[in-house]
């Protein structure tokens, strides 16, 4: 390793824009993940509504469909 104090300042300062970039992509990560999170919740209020309205809609379809007319 380098005594040279301008090398390891240089080196300093790369790795703190690393950490930089770093810490700005975890933050945007974050607020994807997060987005992400409100819309499956707001998908599976949604399914959970729909399927709801539909046993409401038939509520005799329990057991098996029966055969047309024309058997």
Partial sequence: MSDDP??????LDALEIRIAHQ???LAELNDV??????KIDALERAFLR??????TLSPGRDGPEPPPPHY
């Fill in 6 to 11: 301008t090398a390891s300042s240089a080196r």
């Fill in 23 to 25: 810490d700005a992509t």
């Fill in 33 to 38: 993940i997060a987005a992400q999170w409100r």
């Fill in 50 to 55: 729909l399927r709801d309205e539909m046993q």
